[in-house]
């Protein structure tokens, strides 16, 4: 379901060293809709008759929404966006705080009532955070886990308090936020000196679940460790392990008391323990694979539960009777009750609200199909072997709130600024990287195919590197790498640049990117000064899109990582935001230092060619060197050495050949030496003298 890594591995996922990479993230499709798997549900029921209920989604694409739920639809009212990895787990703490961690290591705070403001960041973790747990009776305390095997208690209001404090303490220029932005920068800070969250002693491999009852003294942990361990979130301190799994525990509830413990793991198995007795009274066989999710009705009398064998099970937790509810598509990542329904999370874009009968489950067994749960876990995967194949209670979901495909394959085609990706639909598209959209929309054709037909003889540096992780394309740039390519304005139809002019793709982007930032900062500044318009102007081929803007993650020399939309950006953003290099680039409209490509060959007569050899040695030109140049001057060395004679004004037509092959006047000395020369040792050209027609 996640996959695995230590500490660095967490964020070189995104970025492989501290200031040397920039991203950026791009986003063709409906921002209101989820592009990833969905990881994590959280529903906030309101107290008051007039107030919606509302729905919090988090998502392997990076993000949280909030939708408000009616009767007949949802409507997505908020983006959270700030984490630059997998959303991996979120819980509601209060009416107004939403608690979310995330594979970027991180735990954030969230206004949940407001349009996607970030107030808190805390940096603890080591290495992935997969889960947390909240008191329902004590807004105060979460806990969080994850794959560095550290189990944190935190208390949210002293953390704050803190917070506060420092911030009233510090620099005018730099403060502490409280309130912050959409992901507030100033808020993306370390824990304060003076507050350390409690931390669960013992605890040394991965933890993927836990649970809380509901006055926040009692906290249980489960992972790769195979055990329950109970602990008392008071003081860290150990109160008891459960043995009884064979594999890693994935899913942890505990009743409202704190007596009972329900357990779901990768040996399919459902195990209750008391907690009281400490030891296992139950086991239910229900599934044939992982079990990842459960909930259970308000009395802890029925659980529901789902995992990889894409199944959504109801079990009475007394009489073991058992019953198929429905069948997904993509295996269950959490589940959430609301009312008499329960919303499914899956690997899925989209999240599905079943029918679930949460106040009365007893009504599903009267419809028949159910079975008693084996206390073995072959038990039931050999009962599905035995032709008992169950038919679930409900076909369709009874309201589903649907995302869009992701994108599960690319390739950087060899112009270096398009990408063509296929999506987890089949839809294959051409992007154009360089303005962050999508130019052709080719629909569910063969991926290899079009890569064929799009093939184009042309060798650029590779300046970017992507990836899909987070549902969309990200495109990375590390330094100094990516200001390698350069090519002619003439290939990329810039009319008020002369054709030969060299455009650096990397620095043209950048400064596409910060476009808006660049605006506000110059109006923040009173600058006026027009004499460098011309230098910080941005030419179509670079020109991104507001409507579906592109979020940059990136790293300054302080602050920590940071995810923002280019039109969210206010124009204060600076060296402790940013990577230094970006703002030089953009600052100061060129590249940082570099070492630029160069080719050496040799220009020789062609084979049959009565004049003399030129009197040179072998050449050295850049790499984007075109040939109409290289002919341009065989052709002047030629006159200069009174081998050819000149018409005037005009001068001798003079081909390059390579390989015996006429070589087209736009390719450059790269395309060449990759596509005809195809050698290791310096590239040798033969020039030859047109007849004059």
């Not at 420092?166 to 993306?188: V, W």
Request: proline share 4%; glycine share 6%.
């Amino acid at each position: 379901m996640h996959r695995l890594g230590i500490a660095r591995s967490a964020s070189s996922s995104v970025r492989p060293s501290k200031d040397n990479r920039f991203t950026y993230v791009l986003n063709d499709g409906d921002n209101t809709k989820h592009c990833a798997g969905v990881n994590c549900l959280v529903v906030s029921k309101s107290s008051k008759p007039d107030r919606s209920s509302y729905l919090f989604t988090g998502s392997r694409d990076g993000t949280l929404k909030r939708w408000e739920l009616n009767e007949e639809d949802a409507t997505c009212l908020a983006t959270f966006e700030s984490h630059v990895d997998w959303v991996n787990d979120a819980v509601l703490v209060g009416e107004n705080t939403l608690v979310s961690c995330s594979s970027d290591t991180t735990v954030k705070t969230w206004d949940c009532l407001s349009s996607g403001i970030c107030t808190r960041t805390f940096r603890q973790h080591t290495d992935y955070v997969m889960c947390l747990a909240a008191a329902e009776k004590n807004c105060n305390i979460v806990a969080s886990g994850g794959l560095g095997g550290e189990v944190f208690i935190w208390d949210l209001e002293a953390a704050f308090t803190l917070l506060s404090k420092s911030g009233e303490a510090a620099d005018e220029d730099h403060p502490i936020g409280i309130n912050g932005s959409s992901n507030d920068i100033s808020s993306q800070t370390n824990l304060p000196q003076g507050y350390v969250p409690i931390s669960a002693k013992g605890r040394k491999e991965s933890v993927h679940a836990l649970a809380m009852n509901d006055t926040g003294n009692l906290l249980v942990s489960g992972g790769t460790e195979k055990a329950v361990r109970v602990w008392d979130s008071r003081t860290g301190s150990k109160m008891m392990k459960l043995r009884g799994h064979t594999d890693n525990i994935r899913a942890l509830l505990l009743d409202s008391t704190g007596r009972f413990c329900l357990s779901g793991s990768s040996d399919s198995m459902i195990r209750l323990w008391d907690l009281g007795q400490q030891r296992c009274v139950h086991s239910y066989a229900v599934h044939t694979d992982s079990v990842w999710a459960l909930a259970s009705t308000p009395n802890f009398s029925h659980v529901y539960s789902g995992g990889r064998d894409l199944s959504l099970y109801l079990t009475d937790l007394q009489t073991r009777e058992s019953i198929l509810l429905c069948t997904n598509k993509y295996p269950i990542q959490q589940l959430a009750m609301h009312d008499d329904g329960i919303w499914v999370a899956t690997t899925d874009s989209s999240v599905h609200r079943w029918a679930a009968e949460g106040q009365n489950p007893k009504k599903l067994f009267q419809s028949g199909g159910s079975f008693l749960a084996g206390n073995l876990s072959f038990s039931r995967a050999r009962a599905s072997f035995e032709g008992s194949t169950l038919v679930p209670l409900y076909r369709e979901p009874t309201f589903s709130i649907n995302g869009i495909p992701g994108i599960v394959q690319y390739e950087i085609l060899n112009n270096k600024r398009h990408v063509l990706t296929k999506d987890n639909a089949g839809f294959v598209k051409l992007w154009e990287i360089t303005k962050g959209v999508v130019t052709e929309d080719y629909g569910q054709v063969s991926f290899e195919k079009k890569k064929e037909e799009l093939f184009e003889m042309v060798s650029i540096p590779t300046w970017f590197s992507v990836d899909s992780r987070l549902g969309n394309l990200s495109v990375h740039l590390d330094t100094p790498q990516c200001f390698s390519a350069e090519v002619y304005s003439a290939d990329l139809n810039i009319p008020e640049k002369a054709e030969d002019d060299k455009v650096n793709l990397a620095q043209e982007t950048l400064k596409g990117l910060f476009a808006h930032w660049l605006s506000k900062k110059k109006h923040k500044s009173g600058s006026q000064d027009g004499a460098h318009e011309n230098e910080s102007t941005v030419h179509p081929p670079f020109e991104f899109s507001t409507t579906s803007p592109p979020s940059i993650i990136t790293e300054g020399s302080h602050n920590g990582l940071m995810r923002k939309k280019i039109t969210e950006m206010d124009g204060t953003e600076d060296e402790q935001d940013l990577p230094w290099w970006v703002l030089y680039c953009i600052l100061h409209n060129r590249c940082p230092p570099r070492q630029q490509t160069i080719y050496s060959f040799y220009l020789q007569p062609y084979e049959g060619l009565t004049i003399q050899t030129m009197r040179q040695g072998k050449l050295n030109a850049p790499s984007y060197l075109r040939i109409h140049s290289v002919s341009n001057y065989a052709a002047d060395k030629l006159v200069m050495e009174k081998q050819l004679d000149s018409c005037g004004d005009l001068m001798p037509s003079v081909e390059i050949l390579c390989n015996n092959q006429v070589l087209k006047s736009d390719m450059t000395l790269a395309t060449v030496r990759a596509y005809i020369w195809k050698r290791h040792e310096d590239l040798v050209l033969h020039y030859m003298i047109m007849p004059e027609t």
